[in-house]
Nanobody, 128 residues
């Protein structure tokens, strides 16, 4: 599975932006899982949001709850991250990732090590 992330850029604090991730195909297994992670300069990669379907299970990191929204388009094998009320601390390279075969208890961990496929990353800078 190849993943292509896009949509990053420079946004002012309080602004909004949508990231997109297109997968070359759906992952195998009963559940399709795609997620977003981010890595700020000098910091470890951290979980942002993920979606698992069928069932449309969605999880968010506490730091983005109420501000970010993840969604999917099955027909396009794509997942989106709508970001609003952006803060300077949201500045990071954002990566989309896909996983297969995750049971629910593993899915909700939001651990990068559980994901099999990664996109190249897209940079979001939140600054005035």
């Amino acid at each position: 599975v190849q993943l292509q992330a896009s949509g990053g850029g420079l946004v002012q604090p309080g602004g909004s932006l949508r990231l997109a991730c297109a997968a070359s195909r759906r992952t195998s297994g009963a559940y399709a899982i795609m997620g977003w992670f981010r890595q700020a300069s000098g910091k470890a990669r951290e979980f942002v949001a993920a979606i698992r379907w069928p069932g449309n299970n969605i999880i968010y990191a506490d730091s983005v709850k109420g501000r970010f929204s993840i969604s999917r388009d099955n027909a396009k094998n794509s997942v989106y991250l709508q970001m609003s009320s952006l803060k300077p601390e949201d500045t990071a390279v954002y990566y989309c990732a896909a996983a297969q075969g995750l049971i629910y208890s593993t899915f909700v961990r939001g651990s990068p090590s559980d994901y099999n496929y990664w996109g190249q990353g897209t940079l979001l800078t939140v600054s005035s």
